[in-house]
C-alpha cells in the first residue's frame, strides 16, 4: 500500500557512477507524467528509456509525477530494476508525509505487488547437474550491476549475484530486483547460476526473488543446523510449484562457525537438494577467536571435518575464497592444498583469479596417465560383460572408476587431453 | 559549402578555409608532384656572432618574428596536459592585439581549453591539429569560426612538407636549450623525453621561436632540435606542471575486462606466428595496450623470442624489456613515463624518432609498414572494419588522430577495443566519422570475441584451431547490442555545416565533422 507520501528515490548517483543511474519520483496530483532524462548516452538511447519509463508507469498506474532520471550508461535491466524499485519504495518513505486523498493512486495501490518482468533472455534457459564441475565461484555483489554483464566471459563454473554481506541493509530491497533482472537478462555464459541469500530466517524473503526466474544454486550462509535447509527447502518447493517452476535447484549452505562445522554432516545430509558445503573462513577464524593466516593452521580441523561431512553425505566439499587479489602464486598454492585435503572448488572475488583456480585443479600428468588406464580397464571389462574391473593384479571398485572418470573430464577441459584420447591410445 | 562524394562514400568539402581540397581518393591511390616546400633563405652575418638569440620575452621574440593577423602558429604536445607555454603564447598574442591566428598543434589537450576564450574572440581563426575534451565540444557546437582540420602525427608533416601548410611562426618549448637555440627534451625540470613532433616545425617554418625554463650554456647535447634552424631564446619560469609532463608511472589497467581483451591479443600475436625471433611491434601507452605488452613479455620469455625493435609511447613497460634484453631497441615517438625519459637520456638502444622517421608519406619509405603488428584503439568501428578515433557515437569530437592513422600500415593492425562502454556500443554498422579505411584493419579484439578481417586469410588461416574465440564482427555486434538495448539511434547532425575535416595521410579529404544538433 502506497501510504502518506510524496518522493521516493532509488539507484546510485554522482561523477564515479557507471553503468548505473538514479531515480527519484515526486507524485503530483495532476498533470501526467513529466520525465527529465539527464543521460550520457541520450543521444543514443533516450528515446528508448522515456519509452521504457512510460511503459512501466502505465504497468503501475502511475499517472500524475515528475520522474527525475540521472542515467551513467545503465543498462535497461538495470533502470528497470532501479524504477520498480523507486515506486515500491514509495510506500517506504523518508518523505514528508501527506494526505492519500491528494493523490491519484488508487490504481498505482492496487499494482502496487506486481512485479514488472523483462523477457526472458533464451540463451539462460538452462540447468545444471548435482555434481556439476564447482571449480570456481565467482562472487558479484547483488548491487553493482556494472560487474554483472561480463562475468561469464571470464569462464568460471558459477557465478554469484549475492544478496548478503555485499549489499549493505538499505539496499537490500535494490538488490533483490536487481538480481532478479540479472537473472533473467543477464547471459551468464553457461556458468552455473547461483544466488546467495541472507542468513535465515531473513533469506527466505529472497527466494520469491531468485526461485521463479531460474537460479540453479542457492548459497545459504552461516548454515547452523539441519532445520535451516530443511525449512528453506520447504519454501523453494512451495515456490517452485506455485511457479511452476522444473529446473532442479540445488542448495550449498556455507559453514561459517564453530556451531556449523560441528553440524556440517547434518547439515550435508539434510536435503536431497544439497549439491555442495562450502566454507567460509572469515568468519569462522572469528568465531573461533583467532586470525586468519595463510598457512591455515588455525583452520585445518574445520576444513578436514568440512571434506569429510560432505563426502559422508555424498556431496562437494568447496573450499573458501582467497581474498588478496593481487597474489596470484599464493592463490595457486591455496588451491593445490585445498585439492590436497579434498576440497573441489573455491571461491573466487575477481575475475583474474579464475583461470590460476581451474589450472590448479587441473589433474597432474601422472593423475591422467593412471585415469585413463582405469578408465580403458573399465570399458573393457564392460565390453566382456566382466562384473568386477582389475588394472594387473589389482581390483578396482567402482567410486575409483567414477573419480577416474571426473579426472578424464577434467584433463579434457583444461586442454591437458585431447577428446578424442581413445582413439589415439 | 559544397560537398562531394569520396571514394570512401563519405561527403567532404572540396573547399575549406579558402583552400582548395582534394577528395579521398582511395588508400595509396593518390600521389602528388612537384617539389617540396622550402623555408627562406637565411644568412649567418643576421644573427649574432657570440650566438646568443636570447630575447627578453616571448613577446619580443613574436614582434621580432613578424607576428601578423592571419598568420599560423605552430606549438608541439610534448608537454600533454601539463603545458602553460601555449596558453601563454596566445594571452601574449591575445595582447598584442593580433587576430584570426591559424593554431597548427601537433595536439591539444583539456588544458588548452584556456583557448576557448580566444576563439570566441577571434584572436584565434581556427584549429589544424586535435580538438581535444572541451576544444572538441566548442567546434562541434559550430562556435569556431573557421573548420577544424584533423591530421595524424604523419599528415601534419605532409602538409609542411607538400606546402598545403605553411608554419608563419613555429613556437617550440624546450626543456633544455642553449642560447644559441640547440634544444632537447631529455632533461631539465620539465623534462619530457624527446620533442620529435617539432622538428619539422623547426626545419619549414619561416621563424623558429625556442622556449625554455633550462638555459645552458652552449653546446646543449645531444640537439634534439639544432640551433641552426632557431631564431631566438626566450627564457620562462616554466614550462608546466612535471606532473602533468610526464606520469611518474604509467598504471596497466586492472579491469578485468580490459585485461581479458589484453590476454586476448598476446594470444593472437602468439598463435598467429607474429611473435618470432626479430619481430617488431607498435605498443601505446593506453591501459590495455600497457597490459598486452606484459602478456607478451611472459610468453616470449617462456618461448625464448626476442624482438628487433619495438615502437612506441615509450613506458616503463617498454624500457624494462629492452634493458632485461628482450628487444634490441625502442624507436620512441613520445616519451610517457620518468623511466622512459630516463632510459631515453642513458640508453643508446632507446632511439629518438620523429614522424618524419616515423610515418612520413614524402618519405622514400615508410617505417610505420616495416613494423609486424601495432596494437591500437579506436571510439568505434563497424562491421566493414572502418574506424573512428575522433568522434563519438554522439557525435562529438573528443580526440585527435595522433599516429593512428600512420600505425594502420603495420603488416597486423589490431584494435584491442571493449565491444561496449557503459551502454554504448563500440561495434556498429556505420562509424560516425571514417578515421581508418576497413581495408588496413586486420584484426578487431574485444572482450566478446576477435574479429578478423575476410580480406586477411592468411590470418585467419593461421589461428584456426588455437582455441581462440574468433567469431564474425557481425555476431559481436549482434550480442552487444542486444545487451545494450537495440541498435543504438544516431546523432542528428546539421549535414549543411562542416565544422572539422579528418584527412587522409596523404593529405585528401577522408572525412567531414558535422555541427551536432543541440537537444
Not at chain 1, 284 to 297: C, K, S, V
Not at chain 2, 126 to 155: A, Y
Not at chain 2, 295 to 309: I, N, Q, W
Not at chain 2, 346 to 367: L, R
Request: hydrophobic share 40%.
Amino acid at each position: 500500500m502506497i501510504k502518506n507520501l510524496k518522493k521516493s528515490s532509488a539507484g546510485k548517483r554522482g561523477d564515479s557512477v557507471r553503468s548505473d543511474c538514479y531515480f527519484e519520483i515526486e507524485l503530483k496530483n495532476s498533470g501526467g507524467i513529466k520525465i527529465d532524462l539527464k543521460s550520457k548516452v541520450n543521444v543514443m538511447y533516450g528515446e528508448s528509456i522515456k519509452q521504457m519509463i512510460l511503459d512501466m508507469c502505465k504497468f503501475f498506474g502511475l499517472k500524475d509525477a515528475k520522474i527525475l532520471l540521472e542515467d551513467n550508461g545503465a543498462l535497461p535491466f538495470v533502470l528497470a530494476a532501479r524504477f520498480e524499485l523507486a515506486i515500491k519504495r514509495l510506500a517506504h518513505p523518508p518523505a514528508p508525509s501527506l494526505k492519500e486523498e491528494e493523490f491519484n493512486i488508487t490504481e498505482l495501490n492496487k499494482n502496487f505487488n506486481k512485479e514488472y518482468l523483462l523477457p526472458f533472455n533464451e540463451k539462460n534457459l538452462y540447468s545444471t547437474k548435482k555434481d556439476q564441475l564447482r571449480r570456481s565461484r565467482l562472487y558479484l555483489p547483488g548491487n553493482e550491476p556494472k560487474f554483472f554483464v561480463n562475468a561469464g566471459l571470464h569462464s568460471p563454473d558459477g557465478i554469484i549475484l549475492d544478496l548478503e554481506d555485499s549489499v549493505a541493509p538499505s539496499e537490500k530491497d535494490a538488490a533483490q530486483l536487481l538480481v532478479r533482472n540479472a537473472l533473467r537478462s543477464v547471459d551468464f555464459y553457461g556458468a552455473e547460476r547461483m544466488v546467495r541469500i541472507n542468513q535465515l530466517p531473513k533469506g527466505l524473503d529472497d527466494l520469491k526473488y531468485i526461485v521463479p526466474n531460474n537460479v540453479n544454486v542457492i548459497l545459504v550462509p552461516k548454515c547452523e543446523s539441519a532445520e535451516q535447509i530443511n525449512q528453506l527447502e520447504k519454501e523453494v518447493e512451495k515456490l517452485k510449484k506455485q511457479f511452476k517452476v522444473e529446473n532442479p535447484i540445488f542448495f550449498m549452505p556455507i559453514i561459517e562457525s564453530a556451531l556449523g562445522v560441528i553440524k556440517a554432516y547434518e547439515i550435508a545430509s539434510a536435503s536431497k537438494y544439497n549439491c555442495a558445503l562450502a566454507i567460509g573462513l572469515e568468519d569462522y577464524t572469528a568465531d573461533i577467536g583467532t586470525q586468519r593466516t595463510n598457512e591455515g593452521r588455525e583452520s585445518i580441523f574445520a576444513r578436514q571435518m568440512l571434506v569429510n561431512a560432505a563426502k559422508a553425505a555424498g556431496i562437494q566439499a568447496i573450499d573458501t575464497v582467497f581474498s588478496d587479489v593481487a597474489d596470484m602464486e599464493a592463490l595457486r598454492q591455496s588451491v593445490l592444498e585445498a585439492k590436497s585435503l579434498g576440497f573441489e572448488g573455491k571461491g573466487c572475488i575477481h575475475p583474474r583469479q579464475i583461470k590460476i583456480v581451474h589450472e590448479a585443479f587441473a589433474p597432474t600428468v601422472e593423475e591422467i596417465e593412471k585415469a585413463k588406464k582405469i578408465v580403458l580397464a573399465f570399458e573393457e571389462a564392460k565390453e566382456k560383460g566382466l562384473g568386477v574391473v582389475s588394472l594387473g593384479t589389482k581390483m578396482i571398485d567402482p567410486p575409483v572408476v567414477k573419480r577416474a572418470i571426473r579426472t578424464i573430464d577434467l584433463a579434457i577441459l583444461n586442454n591437458l587431453l585431447d577428446k578424442n584420447w581413445k582413439k589415439k591410445q | 559549402m559544397k560537398l562531394v562524394k569520396n571514394a570512401a562514400g563519405r561527403f567532404v568539402p572540396t573547399k575549406v578555409n579558402g583552400q582548395p581540397q582534394i577528395p579521398f581518393k582511395g588508400v595509396d591511390k593518390y600521389k602528388p608532384t612537384g617539389y617540396k616546400a622550402k623555408p627562406p633563405i637565411r644568412t649567418c652575418i643576421d644573427y649574432p656572432s657570440d650566438g646568443n638569440k636570447v630575447v627578453k620575452d616571448l613577446k619580443t621574440a613574436l614582434k621580432k618574428a613578424g607576428l601578423k593577423d592571419g598568420m599560423t602558429i605552430s606549438t608541439h604536445h610534448h608537454l600533454r596536459n601539463g603545458d602553460v607555454v601555449t596558453n601563454l603564447l596566445f594571452d601574449v598574442i591575445h595582447e598584442m592585439g593580433i587576430k584570426n591566428i591559424r593554431w597548427f598543434p601537433s595536439a591539444s589537450f583539456p588544458v588548452h581549453s584556456h583557448l576557448i576564450k580566444y576563439l570566441e574572440d577571434g584572436t584565434i581563426h581556427h584549429i589544424e591539429g586535435s580538438m581535444n575534451g572541451p576544444l572538441g565540444k566548442f567546434t562541434s557546437e559550430g562556435k569556431m569560426k573557421g573548420v577544424g582540420v584533423l591530421r595524424s602525427h604523419g599528415g601534419r608533416y605532409q602538409s609542411m612538407q607538400d606546402g598545403e601548410v605553411h608554419v608563419d611562426i613555429a613556437v617550440i618549448a624546450a626543456p633544455t636549450a642553449d642560447p644559441f637555440g640547440n634544444a632537447t627534451g631529455d632533461r631539465g625540470k620539465s623534462a619530457c623525453g624527446l620533442i620529435g613532433f617539432a622538428l619539422g616545425d623547426s626545419e619549414y617554418a619561416d621563424r623558429v621561436i625556442i622556449v625554455t625554463d633550462n638555459l645552458v650554456p652552449f653546446p646543449c647535447v645531444p640537439w634534439q632540435i639544432q640551433g641552426n634552424n632557431v631564431d631566438f631564446v626566450v627564457e620562462v619560469e616554466s614550462l608546466g606542471d612535471p606532473k602533468k609532463i610526464v606520469s611518474g608511472t604509467t598504471e596497466v589497467t586492472k579491469s578485468p575486462d580490459r585485461l581479458l581483451i589484453a590476454e586476448y591479443v598476446a594470444d593472437f600475436i602468439e598463435a598467429a606466428g607474429i611473435m618470432k625471433d626479430g619481430f617488431s611491434l607498435q605498443a601505446g601507452a593506453g591501459g590495455t595496450n600497457l597490459a598486452f605488452v606484459l602478456f607478451l613479455k611472459e610468453k616470449m620469455k617462456a618461448k625464448g623470442v626476442k624482438a628487433r625493435f619495438m615502437r612506441g609511447g615509450s613506458t616503463k613497460y617498454l624500457v624494462e624489456m629492452l634493458e632485461e634484453g628482450l628487444t634490441d631497441y625502442i624507436l620512441d615517438g613520445q616519451t610517457f613515463d620518468l623511466e622512459g625519459v630516463r632510459s631515453m637520456r642513458e640508453n643508446a638502444n632507446h632511439v629518438n624518432t620523429s614522424p618524419f622517421t616515423s610515418y612520413n608519406f614524402h618519405g622514400k619509405g615508410n617505417f610505420a609498414s616495416i613494423v609486424d603488428t601495432a596494437v591500437l584503439g579506436a571510439t568505434e568501428v563497424d562491421v566493414k572494419f572502418n574506424a573512428n578515433v575522433v568522434t563519438h557515437s554522439d557525435g562529438y569530437l573528443l580526440h585527435g588522430i595522433g599516429g593512428w592513422q600512420n600505425c594502420l600500415y603495420s603488416k597486423c593492425t589490431i584494435l584491442a577495443i571493449p565491444s561496449f562502454r557503459d551502454r554504448i556500443p563500440v561495434i556498429v554498422d556505420d562509424v560516425t566519422t571514417l578515421c581508418g579505411p576497413g581495408e588496413l584493419i586486420d584484426v578487431i579484439i574485444t572482450e566478446r570475441g576477435i574479429a578478423i578481417n575476410p580480406l586477411r586469410k592468411d590470418l585467419i588461416k593461421a589461428v584456426k584451431g588455437s582455441g581462440l574465440p574468433i567469431k564474425d564482427i557481425k555476431q559481436i555486434k549482434k550480442e552487444v547490442d542486444e545487451i545494450c538495448g537495440g541498435v543504438p539511434a544516431k546523432p542528428k547532425f546539421n549535414k549543411e555545416k562542416v565544422v572539422a575535416i579528418v584527412k587522409w595521410v596523404d593529405g585528401t579529404v577522408l572525412d567531414s565533422v558535422f555541427c551536432v544538433e543541440s537537444t
